[in-house]
């Protein structure tokens, strides 16, 4: 029970680091939207809604700052406990070509169904899930919004929760308890019912892959294809689909077969990947690790002493 608690703890502190950066970030974008206030001499608008809406215009800013101060906070903590970057980010595990050529296409499909999903909820269900999404739907997709949604913030979440969190949870607790809880914790840090409802199981899955594949690279390709497919319906028309409903058939026909097929790839069938030079030792079955074979330093349980911590 100690042991779940210091492991829950640390992995807290990960969660706890991510959304200080992020406040911090907002609070100075705040200020700066008073000082455009001021400096621009607006009379037609009191300085709260100019606030607000300075904050809409710049959120693909602010989400981009976000990402990279708390990838580089995250790499300081971990060189500072002298830890490798790559071991502890889970980035070092080798994986098939055909894993991370599937990746991409799966997050498109995936989010594709999911929108149709979403779009077949109750009202109020949909209008909560609007009011959730509006900030980011309010930006124009532009280069800085790209670079934000769609590269920069997927990698940070796989390094925070499919990365660090994950693999921290679990040199505490069994497996499955580590990628429940940290698909929990990837849930509730999005707004809205229904956004914590499906990043829920998106991360489940996510974490599910990463187990699979032992490297995160699948996670990171397969999060950037996710949030790429939102970024190319923000680009089309507003009603495009609507204008052409036996092209939004087919897609979705389409999106059903390549998640089936590609799904049976990434999340079931993984081929062994052949260890280089002598085979890998095999580790012992314990209470919360399964025997399998030691791919890397970032699948094996580790104690404190070991890694310098988490």
């Given at each position: 029970?100690?042991?779940?608690?210091?492991?829950?703890g640390?992995?807290?502190?990960?969660?706890?680091?991510?959304?200080?950066?992020q406040?911090?970030?907002?609070?100075?974008f705040?200020?700066?939207?008073?000082?455009?206030?001021f400096?621009?001499?607006?009379?037609?608008?009191?300085?709260?809604?100019?606030?607000?809406?300075?904050?809409?215009?710049?959120?693909?800013?602010?989400?981009?700052?976000?990402?990279?101060?708390?990838?580089?906070?995250?790499?300081?903590?971990v060189?500072?406990?002298?830890?490798?970057?790559?071991?502890?980010?889970?980035?070092?595990?080798?994986?098939?070509?055909?894993?991370?050529?599937?990746?991409?296409?799966?997050?498109?499909?995936?989010?594709?169904?999911?929108?149709?999903?979403?779009?077949?909820?109750?009202?109020?269900?949909?209008e909560?899930?609007?009011?959730?999404?509006?900030?980011?739907?309010?930006?124009?997709?532009?280069?800085?919004?790209?670079?934000?949604?769609?590269?920069?913030?997927?990698?940070l979440?796989?390094?925070?929760f499919?990365?660090l969190?994950?693999?921290?949870?679990?040199?505490?607790?069994?497996l499955?308890?580590?990628?429940?809880?940290?698909?929990?914790?990837?849930?509730?840090?999005?707004?809205?019912?229904?956004?914590?409802?499906?990043?829920?199981?998106?991360?489940?899955?996510?974490?599910?892959?990463?187990e699979?594949?032992?490297?995160?690279?699948?996670?990171?390709?397969?999060?950037?294809?996710?949030?790429?497919?939102?970024?190319?319906?923000?680009i089309?028309?507003?009603?495009?689909?609507?204008?052409?409903?036996?092209?939004?058939?087919?897609?979705?026909?389409?999106?059903?077969?390549?998640?089936?097929?590609?799904?049976?790839?990434?999340?079931?069938?993984?081929?062994?990947?052949?260890?280089a030079?002598?085979?890998?030792?095999?580790?012992?079955?314990?209470?919360?690790?399964?025997?399998?074979?030691?791919?890397?330093?970032?699948?094996?349980?580790?104690?404190?002493?070991?890694?310098g911590?988490?």
């Open positions: 029970m100690s042991r779940s608690l210091s492991a829950l640390r992995a807290a502190l990960y969660i706890l680091l991510y959304i200080a950066v406040l911090l970030v907002s609070v100075v705040a200020v700066l939207g008073a000082i455009s206030y400096v621009s001499g607006v009379t037609s608008t009191d300085i709260l809604t100019y606030i607000l809406q300075y904050g809409v215009e710049t959120v693909s800013v602010n989400l981009l700052l976000s990402a990279v101060i708390a990838l580089a906070a995250f790499a300081v903590i060189r500072v406990r002298r830890n490798s970057i790559r071991t502890r980010f889970s980035l070092v595990a080798p994986v098939e070509r055909a894993s991370l050529a599937a990746a991409v296409p799966f997050g498109l499909a995936a989010n594709l169904l999911v929108g149709f999903i979403i779009g077949l909820l109750p009202a109020p269900l949909l909560s899930y609007g009011d959730a999404s509006a900030v980011l739907t309010a930006t124009a997709p532009d280069t800085v919004y790209f670079l934000a949604t769609v590269l920069f913030a997927p990698f979440e796989e390094v925070l499919r990365g969190v994950q693999s921290t949870l679990k040199r505490g607790m069994k499955e308890f580590a990628v429940l809880l940290q698909a929990v914790f990837f849930g509730l840090i999005h707004t809205g019912l229904v956004w914590i409802i499906y990043a829920f199981i998106l991360g489940l899955a996510l974490g599910i892959l990463r699979n594949q032992r490297s995160l690279w699948p996670c990171v390709l397969l999060h950037c294809g996710f949030n790429l497919a939102s970024f190319l319906l923000m089309l028309p507003y009603d495009f689909f609507d204008a052409r409903p036996l092209l939004y058939v087919l897609v979705l026909m389409v999106s059903t077969v390549l998640c089936i097929l590609l799904g049976y790839g990434l999340f079931i069938h993984t081929p062994a990947i052949p260890a030079g002598p085979a890998a030792p095999t580790m012992p079955e314990t209470a919360n690790f399964p025997a399998r074979e030691a791919s890397t330093e970032a699948d094996m349980p580790q104690t404190d002493n070991q890694n911590g988490n």
